[in-house]
């Protein structure tokens, strides 16, 4: 079954815009994680935040966690055509196995 | 190059016949997932080894499926008596022994795609 959500289920936007996509998970963390997919790389870890932390930073990539609202966001800055992709976030929940959601499918334009 | 390795990386299969995929993690990890994908949908874990110890298994790993990682290093995944329902992408990742100085992440290969006919 799938612990997270993401929404939207895809965007679509010109380069140089930024994306922020979210993603909602139903139990206690312990940390959440970013994974991108695309047809040529397959699935690449892009960003991990711990239950204990606010925000995270890297590169282009900002990643906010509350676990009040069991929710967190992934903004990516001045996106390129590069970023096509989709993106999943995945929990870990006691066991280091990865709980995944259904995906942001993202596009890109140049 | 030293990432996951997985092959084949596709299958077609009648149903009823059964497949084993093989998936060689990064030297290093102690750990090895097997996870599916089905289009458009997010991966689903499946089942984990910490060194050749098969520690979780999902309920999505009917009995139809075995996973093995006898030596601790590559692992095979099989299917018996395949169904079309089978048809997925089936994901293999590694990860390294904790602690792993807040690593968690883990490290995906590029799958096996599995059609079943």
């Known amino acids: 079954s799938q612990q997270g959500e993401e929404d939207p289920q895809a965007l679509s936007i010109q380069e140089g815009e930024n994306a922020t996509m979210n993603c909602s998970y139903k139990t206690s963390i312990n940390n959440l994680q970013w994974y991108r997919q695309n047809s040529g790389r397959g699935l690449v870890h892009l960003i991990l935040i711990r239950s204990n932390e606010r925000e995270k930073h890297s590169g282009r990539l900002r990643v906010t966690l509350d676990t009040s609202k069991k929710s967190s966001s992934l903004l990516i800055t001045a996106s390129r055509a590069a970023d096509t992709a989709s993106y999943f976030c995945?929990?870990?929940?006691?066991?280091?196995?990865?709980?995944f959601g259904t995906g942001t499918r993202l596009q890109v334009f140049p | 190059d030293t990432g996951v390795s997985q092959d084949p990386r596709h299958k077609i299969t009648k149903r009823g016949q059964n497949v084993t995929f093989r998936c060689d993690p990064i030297s290093e990890h102690n750990r090895l997932y097997w996870y599916r994908q089905t289009l458009g949908q997010g991966p689903e874990f499946l089942t984990y080894?910490?060194?050749?110890?098969?520690?979780?298994k999902s309920r999505l790993l009917s009995d139809r499926f075995s996973a093995e990682r006898p030596k601790g290093s590559f692992s095979t995944l099989e299917i018996q008596r395949t169904e079309q329902g089978d048809s997925a992408m089936y994901l293999c990742?590694?990860?390294?022994?904790?602690?792993?100085?807040?690593?968690?992440?883990?490290?995906f290969g590029p799958g096996t795609r599995l059609t079943v006919t």
């Open positions: 990742a590694s990860s390294p022994p904790p602690p792993s100085g807040g690593r968690d992440e883990q490290y």
């Open positions: 995945a929990t870990a929940v006691g066991t280091p196995k990865l709980i």
């Open positions: 080894f910490q060194n050749e110890a098969q520690l979780e």
